[in-house]
């Protein structure tokens, strides 16, 4: 599920198998939360994934391509 910092806090306190990759507590209203299984292995790949992909551009430039009007 990918999501907002409110949808993550209702989320996980509803289903505490449920964790927020890159943490729910840096969210700003526009960020979005990735929720998973809680297994932190998995969790780590995917921070670590998910920041160097934010730092060499690639998840802005799929953002960009899909939300093209």
């Not at 289903?15 to 929720?35: N, R, V, Y």
Request: include cysteine; charged fraction near 25%.
């Amino acid at each position: 599920m990918i999501t907002d910092q409110i949808e993550v806090r209702l989320q996980i306190s509803r289903h505490p198998q449920l964790c927020a990759a890159l943490g729910s507590e840096t969210l700003t209203t526009l960020e979005k939360a990735f929720l998973m299984p809680q297994d932190i292995v998995w969790k780590a790949y995917v921070d670590t994934w998910l920041s160097q992909h934010l730092d060499d551009g690639l998840v802005d430039a799929v953002f960009d391509k899909h939300t093209r009007n």
